[in-house]
């Protein structure tokens, strides 16, 4: 059974940093691009991030380029979003999510795309 278990959200002060992990399991991991998403209550659901099977490729929303970085570790079956200089507009859920392309060095924000999901993690940034 395929699963996925984000964590490393919390609360932190504008400015700041955390770093979200994803967990996978029960599935073939490194066939597999993994996408952050998030959602803030009452808007829709925001593609963040994205880093293709191999980890050759990444993609970020415009509002995050600069201040996360997504990364992999495909032995450790660990995909990373270091979130850097934080802002009140990041405070959403955050969800990582599999999606297998026909290649390794693809990943996209479209979340319909994505099969496989996570339960979420809690990002708040307030002072």
């Known amino acids: 059974q395929s699963q996925l278990v984000e964590s490393g959200g919390g609360l932190v002060q504008p400015g700041g940093s955390l770093r979200l992990s994803c967990a996978a399991s029960?599935?073939?991991?490194?066939?597999?691009?993994i996408g952050w998403f998030r959602q803030a209550p009452g808007k829709e659901r925001e593609g963040v991030s994205c880093?293709?099977?191999?980890?050759?490729?990444?993609t970020y929303t415009e509002s995050v380029k600069g201040r996360f970085t997504v990364s992999r570790d495909n032995a450790k079956e660990m995909v990373y979003l270091e979130m850097n200089n934080l802002q009140a507009e990041d405070t959403a859920a955050y969800y990582c999510?599999?999606?297998?392309?026909?290649?390794?060095?693809?990943?996209?924000?479209?979340?319909?795309?994505?099969?496989?999901w996570g339960q979420g993690t809690q990002v708040t940034v307030s002072s």
């Open positions: 999510a599999a999606r297998r392309y026909r290649n390794d060095y693809e990943c996209r924000l479209s979340s319909d795309e994505y099969d496989h």
């Open positions: 029960g599935f073939r991991f490194n066939y597999y691009a």
């Open positions: 880093i293709s099977s191999s980890g050759v490729s990444t």
